[in-house]
């Protein structure tokens, strides 16, 4: 792929359609298993009519798990492990196998961040990547001003986009 041919490319010529999503009333159970089953760090969420509202990670599954689990007592936590894209470090956070358990009970719609970064299908990959790389994050979500999810956009895209230029 030559140069020129990458300076046309658009958001909609790169993106993943079929994205996986959750819907903003599953469960913080439900998300972690879409994550598990997907290799996937970061889902889309949608309400009943389809509109993304949000989006959910592993990071804030993790934080909010942390969050809630500081009155159990150290005996009954272990620490696990996990890479944090947002300040690109590795992390230890205590696990209770009680907030595991808890994870069904907890609405996606609680813990999601609803500030939700997009672009449109005809944004330019020159923008896609500013745009990531101005906000710190690894996904972008490709959609209209009705919040209709057509397609994401992942920082592995971009490495597969370049791995073909030549």
């Not at 599954?61 to 500081?70: A, D, M, P, V």
């Not at 999810?149 to 230029?165: H, P, T």
């Amino acid at each position: 792929m030559t140069q020129s041919k990458i300076d046309e490319l658009t958001a909609g010529d790169i993106m993943q359609r079929d994205v996986v999503v959750v819907y903003d009333t599953d469960s913080l159970q439900d998300a972690m298993n879409l994550m598990t089953q997907n290799h996937i760090t970061g889902l889309p969420v949608v309400n009943s009519k389809s509109k993304c509202i949000g989006v959910i990670t592993a990071s804030d599954i993790l934080n909010y798990e942390q969050e809630h689990s500081e009155f159990m007592a150290e005996a009954n936590a272990d620490l696990a492990r996990h890479f944090n894209p947002d300040t690109q470090q590795w992390e230890s956070v205590r696990v209770t196998s009680f907030a595991l358990e808890e994870f069904a009970e907890v609405a996606v719609s609680e813990v999601m961040s609803p500030d939700v970064v997009y672009v449109d299908a005809e944004t330019s990959v020159q923008d896609v990547a500013q745009k990531m790389r101005e906000k710190k994050i690894h996904r972008v979500l490709v959609m209209n001003e009705e919040f209709r999810l057509f397609g994401i956009i992942s920082a592995f895209d971009f490495v597969g986009l370049f791995a073909d230029w030549k």
